[in-house]
Protein backbone atom coordinates (compact mmCIF):
# COMPACT_ATOMS: atom_id res chain seq x y z
CA UNK A 1 0.00 0.00 0.00
CA UNK A 2 1.33 3.63 -1.09
CA UNK A 3 -0.56 4.87 2.22
CA UNK A 4 -2.05 7.36 -0.05
CA UNK A 5 -6.05 7.53 1.09
CA UNK A 6 -8.59 8.03 -1.49
CA UNK A 7 -9.13 11.49 -1.86
CA UNK A 8 -5.61 12.26 -2.39
CA UNK A 9 -5.67 11.94 -6.48
CA UNK A 10 -8.31 15.22 -6.08
CA UNK A 11 -5.85 17.14 -4.32
CA UNK A 12 -2.99 17.55 -7.66
CA UNK A 13 -6.51 17.57 -9.53
CA UNK A 14 -7.91 20.95 -7.93
CA UNK A 15 -4.15 22.12 -8.03
CA UNK A 16 -4.04 21.42 -11.60
CA UNK A 17 -7.56 22.84 -12.34
CA UNK A 18 -6.78 25.97 -10.35
CA UNK A 19 -3.04 26.39 -11.61
CA UNK A 20 -4.63 26.32 -15.19
CA UNK A 21 -7.37 29.08 -14.30
CA UNK A 22 -4.65 30.90 -12.64
CA UNK A 23 -2.30 30.87 -15.43
CA UNK A 24 -5.00 31.37 -18.49
CA UNK A 25 -3.56 28.45 -19.96
CA UNK A 26 -4.45 24.53 -20.21
CA UNK A 27 -2.12 21.64 -18.71
CA UNK A 28 -2.97 17.97 -18.36
CA UNK A 29 -0.08 17.57 -15.81
CA UNK A 30 2.69 19.00 -13.69
CA UNK A 31 6.20 17.87 -12.94
CA UNK A 32 5.83 16.61 -9.16
CA UNK A 33 8.17 18.78 -7.85
CA UNK A 34 5.72 21.63 -8.54
CA UNK A 35 4.03 20.23 -5.37
CA UNK A 36 7.03 22.12 -3.43
CA UNK A 37 5.84 25.32 -5.10
CA UNK A 38 2.65 25.43 -4.31
CA UNK A 39 2.98 27.87 -0.97
CA UNK A 40 4.87 30.22 -2.64
CA UNK A 41 2.33 31.16 -5.82
CA UNK A 42 -0.36 33.42 -5.01
CA UNK A 43 -3.53 34.92 -6.99
CA UNK A 44 -3.42 38.21 -8.39
CA UNK A 45 -6.54 39.35 -6.80
CA UNK A 46 -6.71 38.72 -3.52
CA UNK A 47 -2.57 37.53 -2.63
CA UNK A 48 -3.91 33.79 -1.83
CA UNK A 49 -1.49 31.18 -2.32
CA UNK A 50 -2.30 28.31 -4.64
CA UNK A 51 -2.31 25.90 -1.71
CA UNK A 52 -4.85 28.20 0.22
CA UNK A 53 -7.14 27.67 -2.63
CA UNK A 54 -7.11 24.39 -2.50
CA UNK A 55 -7.40 23.58 0.89
CA UNK A 56 -10.49 25.86 0.48
CA UNK A 57 -12.03 24.07 -2.12
CA UNK A 58 -11.73 20.82 -0.40
CA UNK A 59 -12.91 21.80 3.10
CA UNK A 60 -15.66 22.51 0.87
CA UNK A 61 -16.38 19.25 -0.84
CA UNK A 62 -15.24 17.06 2.30
CA UNK A 63 -15.35 18.67 5.27
CA UNK A 64 -14.94 15.54 6.79
CA UNK A 65 -11.35 14.70 5.30
CA UNK A 66 -8.61 12.89 7.20
CA UNK A 67 -5.44 14.05 7.83
CA UNK A 68 -3.57 13.26 5.43
CA UNK A 69 -0.14 14.44 6.60
CA UNK A 70 -1.16 11.93 9.56
CA UNK A 71 -2.16 9.11 7.33
CA UNK A 72 1.05 8.74 5.44
CA UNK A 73 3.32 8.60 7.93
CA UNK A 74 5.50 5.26 6.06
CA UNK A 75 6.28 8.50 3.30
CA UNK A 76 8.08 10.94 5.83
CA UNK A 77 10.40 7.83 6.82
CA UNK A 78 11.16 6.54 3.29
CA UNK A 79 11.81 10.54 3.17
CA UNK A 80 14.61 10.40 5.46
CA UNK A 81 16.18 7.77 3.67
CA UNK A 82 18.35 7.05 0.47
CA UNK A 83 17.61 4.52 -1.48
CA UNK A 84 21.16 4.20 -3.09
CA UNK A 85 22.86 4.17 0.09
CA UNK A 86 20.74 1.06 0.97
CA UNK A 87 21.72 -0.58 -2.36
CA UNK A 88 25.09 0.00 -1.50
CA UNK A 89 25.02 -1.40 1.58
CA UNK A 90 22.91 -4.09 0.39
CA UNK A 91 26.37 -5.01 -2.10
CA UNK A 92 28.67 -4.53 0.89
CA UNK A 93 26.68 -7.60 2.70
CA UNK A 94 26.96 -9.54 -0.06
CA UNK A 95 30.30 -9.28 -0.82
CA UNK A 96 31.17 -10.01 2.69
CA UNK A 97 28.93 -12.87 2.48
CA UNK A 98 30.75 -14.36 -0.18
CA UNK A 99 34.49 -13.74 1.14
CA UNK A 100 32.74 -15.24 4.61
CA UNK A 101 32.29 -18.46 2.45
CA UNK A 102 36.13 -18.33 0.77
CA UNK A 103 37.23 -17.88 4.08
CA UNK A 104 35.28 -20.75 6.02
CA UNK A 105 36.39 -23.28 2.74
CA UNK A 106 40.19 -22.38 3.23
CA UNK A 107 39.40 -23.10 7.16
CA UNK A 108 37.88 -25.93 6.40
CA UNK A 109 40.76 -27.43 4.85
CA UNK A 110 42.64 -27.89 7.72
CA UNK A 111 40.05 -28.60 9.63
CA UNK A 112 37.85 -31.89 10.55
CA UNK A 113 34.19 -31.30 8.99
CA UNK A 114 33.14 -32.36 12.74
CA UNK A 115 34.42 -29.61 14.38
CA UNK A 116 31.67 -27.85 16.33
CA UNK A 117 32.97 -24.20 15.62
CA UNK A 118 33.01 -25.37 12.02
CA UNK A 119 29.39 -26.38 12.16
CA UNK A 120 28.01 -23.31 13.61
CA UNK A 121 29.92 -21.19 11.18
CA UNK A 122 28.27 -22.99 8.30
CA UNK A 123 24.88 -22.93 9.84
CA UNK A 124 25.16 -19.24 10.61
CA UNK A 125 26.39 -18.18 7.05
CA UNK A 126 23.51 -20.25 5.31
CA UNK A 127 21.34 -18.23 7.23
CA UNK A 128 22.64 -14.87 6.29
CA UNK A 129 22.67 -15.71 2.81
CA UNK A 130 19.45 -16.86 3.06
CA UNK A 131 18.28 -13.60 4.17
CA UNK A 132 20.37 -11.64 2.05
CA UNK A 133 18.67 -13.29 -1.01
CA UNK A 134 15.11 -12.60 0.72
CA UNK A 135 16.21 -8.74 1.04
CA UNK A 136 17.59 -8.82 -2.60
CA UNK A 137 13.85 -10.19 -3.68
CA UNK A 138 12.13 -7.59 -1.87
CA UNK A 139 14.47 -4.60 -2.78
CA UNK A 140 13.46 -5.96 -6.67
CA UNK A 141 9.76 -5.83 -5.86
CA UNK A 142 10.23 -2.21 -4.40
CA UNK A 143 11.57 -1.26 -7.32
CA UNK A 144 9.17 -2.60 -9.42
CA UNK A 145 6.13 -0.97 -7.37
CA UNK A 146 8.12 2.40 -7.04
CA UNK A 147 8.56 2.60 -10.76
CA UNK A 148 4.71 1.90 -10.82
CA UNK A 149 3.70 4.39 -8.70
CA UNK A 150 5.84 7.01 -10.72
CA UNK A 151 3.95 5.85 -13.88
CA UNK A 152 0.85 6.52 -11.76
CA UNK A 153 1.50 10.15 -10.96
CA UNK A 154 2.85 10.40 -14.79
CA UNK A 155 6.26 10.37 -14.54
CA UNK A 156 8.13 8.01 -16.76
CA UNK A 157 10.69 5.87 -14.55
CA UNK A 158 13.23 5.66 -17.32
CA UNK A 159 13.59 8.85 -18.92
CA UNK A 160 12.73 11.26 -15.68
CA UNK A 161 13.27 8.73 -12.94
CA UNK A 162 13.37 10.82 -9.03
CA UNK A 163 14.84 9.11 -6.68
CA UNK A 164 12.48 7.22 -3.72
CA UNK A 165 13.72 9.88 -0.69
CA UNK A 166 13.14 13.20 -3.06
CA UNK A 167 9.81 11.85 -4.13
CA UNK A 168 8.76 11.26 -0.50
CA UNK A 169 9.81 14.17 0.33
CA UNK A 170 7.78 16.60 -1.66
CA UNK A 171 4.67 14.32 -0.79
CA UNK A 172 5.77 14.63 2.74
CA UNK A 173 5.99 18.44 2.51
CA UNK A 174 3.28 18.70 0.29
CA UNK A 175 0.77 17.19 2.61
CA UNK A 176 2.11 19.11 5.39
CA UNK A 177 1.66 22.66 3.77
CA UNK A 178 -1.56 20.92 2.97
CA UNK A 179 -2.89 20.91 6.88
CA UNK A 180 -1.08 23.72 7.45
CA UNK A 181 -3.52 25.63 4.82
CA UNK A 182 -6.67 23.40 5.80
CA UNK A 183 -5.77 24.87 9.53
CA UNK A 184 -6.10 27.91 8.56
CA UNK A 185 -9.08 27.84 6.49
CA UNK A 186 -10.99 26.30 8.89
CA UNK A 187 -10.10 28.68 11.60
CA UNK A 188 -10.67 31.77 9.01
CA UNK A 189 -14.20 29.73 8.68
CA UNK A 190 -15.02 29.70 12.78
CA UNK A 191 -14.13 33.45 12.60
CA UNK A 192 -16.34 34.62 10.04
CA UNK A 193 -19.38 32.14 11.57
CA UNK A 194 -18.40 33.98 14.94
CA UNK A 195 -18.81 37.57 13.48
CA UNK A 196 -22.02 36.50 11.51
CA UNK A 197 -23.99 35.36 15.31
CA UNK A 198 -22.45 38.50 16.98
CA UNK A 199 -24.43 40.51 14.19
CA UNK A 200 -27.47 38.41 14.77
CA UNK A 201 -27.36 39.21 18.39
CA UNK A 202 -30.10 42.01 18.78
CA UNK A 203 -28.65 45.11 20.86
CA UNK A 204 -29.99 46.59 23.68
CA UNK A 205 -32.07 49.83 23.36
CA UNK A 206 -31.27 52.86 25.75
CA UNK A 207 -34.28 54.64 26.73
Known amino acids: SSG???EWPLRPGYLLEIGNFLRQE?????DVNFLSKVADIKDTVKKQTLIHHIATMMNEKFPEQG???REIGHTHRIGRVSFDEVIVTMDKMDELCDKSWEDLRNISKHTSSTNE???KQHAFLNSVSER????????????????SLLLYFGI???????????FCRVISEFALEYRTAIEAVV???EKKRKMRKKK????ATLR
Open 117 to 119: VMK
Open 187 to 189: LEQ
Open 4 to 6: INA
Open 67 to 69: DLH
Open 156 to 166: DPVKHFIPPDE
Open 26 to 30: HSDGF
Open 132 to 147: INILKVVIRRVKTRYN
Open 200 to 203: KVPT
